[in-house]
């Protein structure tokens, strides 16, 4: 059972609003992510980090921040939302892994953030 | 440049059925692979992981392969349900790498009709 959990589910926002969005974790997991999903598309890594302090920019460029400030939290800020920030955000958390230990990553429910 | 490649956007397989998805990688460090079922509004949930030191791994209903040198792995789905009807991603990682993160590929559309 993941322990992974993401918040709000639905946002509707105007342009020029700053957001936060919510991921925490009760699982102790070193590694978090937010993955960019727009529909019938990839998942796109925007943000990861690797620990408390450490946040590295992913695959896609993006023009939120994030900070890991505690282990369980990790959270996603625009300054000023536009319309092409509109799409699904996903949070999610994996071991360290390394040997055969399972790294799979456990998901949230995701945030489904609309700019108008 | 795509490391994880799902060429196929959908596949529709009559219940009863086996269902094959397919997977390519281009990243030779990649050493853990994972396939991960979503639907609509959710989030991926996780479905079977293998390692590279393996060539098969089978859970239930669902076995998936690893051919290291085509850089290719496939989940098979036997037999096929209607609840299997969903969106299936296939990722990758070095796990040992300590700039390890996991890649997704852009997933296929898995429908199971009657």
């Known amino acids: 059972e993941a322990d992974i959990y993401q918040t709000p589910r639905y946002l509707v926002i105007g342009t020029g609003k700053k957001i936060t969005l919510e991921c925490s974790q009760t699982m102790g997991h070193d590694k978090m992510y937010w993955y960019q999903q727009d529909p019938g598309m990839e998942l796109h890594l925007i943000h990861y980090s690797y620990g408390v302090n450490s946040t590295e920019k992913g695959d896609l460029s993006s023009e939120s921040t994030v900070s890991r400030i505690r282990t369980e939290h990790f959270p996603l800020t625009l300054e000023s939302a536009r319309p092409s920030h509109t799409s699904q955000y996903l949070c999610a958390s994996s071991e360290w892994g390394g040997g055969e230990m399972n790294t799979e990553a456990f998901f949230g429910q995701g945030t489904r953030l609309t700019v108008v | ?114």
């Not at chain 2, 037999?79 to 969106?87: F, I, R, Y």
């Open chain 2, 1 to 114: 440049d795509q490391q994880v490649k799902q060429n196929s956007p959908s596949l529709s397989v009559q219940e009863g059925r086996i269902s094959i998805l397919n997977c390519d990688y281009t990243n030779s460090m990649f050493d853990y692979f994972l396939w991960y079922k979503k639907y609509p509004a959710e989030g991926p949930t996780f479905l079977i992981s293998i390692s590279s030191i393996k060539d098969k791994n089978e859970d239930g209903r669902f076995t998936v392969f690893l051919n290291k040198s085509a850089k290719h792995l496939s989940l098979h789905i036997v037999p096929s349900q209607p609840g299997d009807s969903a969106v299936y991603f296939c990722a990758a990682s070095a796990r040992d790498s300590s700039a390890s993160k996991i890649i997704f590929g852009s997933g296929t559309r898995l429908s199971i009709r009657p």
